[in-house]
């Protein structure tokens, strides 16, 4: 059984900073990698960042060069540094986790809101 808790979302004005964790449990030793997804009120669920194994990064372009993703040395804690936060990155970021043998799992959300 996988579980995994996200936790940092919230209220922020334009232009400042969150910090987004999510902690998987359960089988944690066939991760192949980590990472954030959102998806804004009538939009699709989009990439917001991955990280796999080894620490090959991978960031849409919305994101680059405000976004930061990391994971703790266990492996097992995902985190998301956003900065420069804009309106349009309101949304609700959910956490992934993709084993190679179990497939994706996903977080319950978290609502991340930017006010102008």
């Known amino acids: 059984q996988v579980e995994l808790v996200e936790s940092g979302g919230g209220l922020v004005q334009a232009g400042g900073s969150l910090r987004l964790s999510c902690t998987a449990s359960?089988?944690?030793?066939?991760?192949?990698?980590m990472g954030w997804y959102r998806q804004a009120p009538g939009k699709q669920r989009e990439l917001v960042a991955t990280i796999a194994n080894g620490g090959s990064v991978h960031y849409a372009d919305s994101g680059k060069g405000r976004f930061t993703i990391s994971r703790d040395n266990a492996g097992n804690t995902v985190y998301l540094q956003m900065n420069s936060l804009n309106p349009e990155d309101t949304a609700v970021y959910y956490c992934n986790v993709h084993y190679v043998l179990l497939g994706d799992y996903w977080g319950k959300g978290t609502q991340v809101t930017v006010s102008s």
């Open positions: 359960g089988n944690i030793f066939s991760i192949y990698s």
